[in-house]
């Protein structure tokens, strides 16, 4: 298998911290392949929240965090915000592809 | 800043070829590799391909025997074609930068239809 595989939804109170798992398999993630992380939002360009596992672009606030084990890679959300309400994906490369994989997404709703 | 602007009809025919243009502004199209990212509607995002500055590629292999991606680096766009559509290829085309293996610049995306 190639594809990365995230939760279809989560959902957290304003302030609170919620995570996103992205699982991946021996060819992406757990061959050493790098996780990056982007944020959807409707009718804007993705934007790129977290690059190289854990590495934040300027500009990216601190709420957002990333980190990798194995074959899996989580997003952390911390002190939740109404605007942080958007659709997520991770991304990283694949041997068997020889090709970029996206995850499945996840929906993030702000309660 | 560099700014990517994906452009090309909305509508395609069945069976037809669709053609994206992708714009680069902001800095050079050299010394990376771009990419092309659809969407279809209520679907996660799919990588297409990419193509280095030098001109060499690499294609999703489910789609591969029907794209080309290729770059004018003197007008600085990155173009795509998709032979033969169908209606599964209905999707927002997203053309994006790559930097260390992430894509760190995308356009705003371009809706295709397939329909007669």
């Known amino acids: 298998q190639s594809g990365l595989t995230q939760p279809s939804s989560v959902s957290g109170a304003q302030g609170q911290r919620v995570t996103i798992s992205c699982t991946g398999s021996s060819s992406n993630i757990g061959a050493g392949y790098d996780v990056h992380w982007y944020q959807l939002l409707p009718g804007a360009a993705p934007k790129l929240l977290i690059y190289a596992n854990s590495d934040r672009p300027s500009g990216v606030p601190d709420r957002f965090s990333g980190s990798k084990s194995g074959t899996s890679a989580s997003l952390a959300i911390s002190g939740l915000q109404a605007e942080d309400e958007a659709d997520y994906y991770c991304q990283s490369f694949d041997s068997r592809l020889s090709g970029y994989v996206f995850g499945t997404g996840t929906k993030v709703t702000v309660l | 800043q560099v700014q990517l602007q994906e452009s090309g009809p909305g509508l395609v025919k069945p069976s037809e070829t669709l053609s994206l243009t992708c714009s680069v502004s902001g800095d050079s199209i050299s010394s990376y590799y771009w990419s092309w990212i659809r969407q279809p509607p209520g679907k996660g995002l799919e990588w297409i391909g990419y193509i280095y500055y030098t001109g060499s590629t690499n294609y999703n292999p489910s789609l591969k025997s029907r794209v080309t991606i290729s770059l004018d680096t003197s007008k600085k766009h990155v173009s795509l074609k998709l032979r033969s559509v169908t209606a599964a290829d209905t999707a927002v085309y997203y053309c994006?930068?790559?930097?260390?293996?992430?894509?760190?610049?995308w356009g705003q995306g371009t809706l295709v239809t397939v329909s007669s």
């Open positions: 994006a930068r790559v930097r260390m293996g992430g894509h760190d610049h």
